[in-house]
């Protein structure tokens, strides 16, 4: 069973940093994409991040967090992280990770309606 689980949101102040994580099993972690995407309230699921799943896998960004977000992986632990730095208030939202099965292509894992399998989501909220 495919369980994907989200850590390290939290609310920091404008400017200010975080480190999210995806610990992914119940599958083999090889030759797909996963993804990082977040949803404000009122707003549609957007994709900002995405990797493919194996060693030097290419990533994808959004332009919104292009030079802000990077997201990385621990093949081995199988974990996806997202680091996001400069924080804004409008970078307020859950944000969540999903895994798409059949992926070349970083760029395929920001279309949240190819993904697969999804976490419940961690909030980040900035805010002074």
């Known amino acids: 069973q495919v369980q994907l689980v989200e850590s390290g949101g939290g609310s920091v102040q404008p400017g200010g940093s975080l480190r999210l994580s995806c610990a992914a099993s119940?599958?083999?972690?090889?030759?797909?994409?996963m993804g990082w995407f977040r949803q404000a309230p009122g707003k549609e699921r957007e994709g900002v991040a995405g990797?493919?799943?194996?060693?030097?896998?290419?990533?994808y960004y959004a332009d919104s967090v292009k030079g802000r977000f990077t997201i990385s992986q621990d093949i081995a632990k199988k974990t996806v992280s997202l680091q996001m730095n400069t924080l804004k208030p409008d970078d307020t939202a859950m944000y969540y990770c999903?895994?798409?099965?059949?992926?070349?292509?970083?760029?395929?894992?920001?279309?949240?309606?190819?993904?697969?399998?999804w976490g419940k989501g961690t909030l980040v909220t900035i805010s002074s």
């Open positions: 999903a895994l798409r099965r059949y992926c070349s292509d970083a760029s395929w894992a920001l279309d949240y309606r190819e993904m697969d399998y």
């Open positions: 990797i493919e799943t194996l060693v030097g896998g290419g990533t």
């Open positions: 119940g599958f083999i972690y090889s030759s797909m994409c």
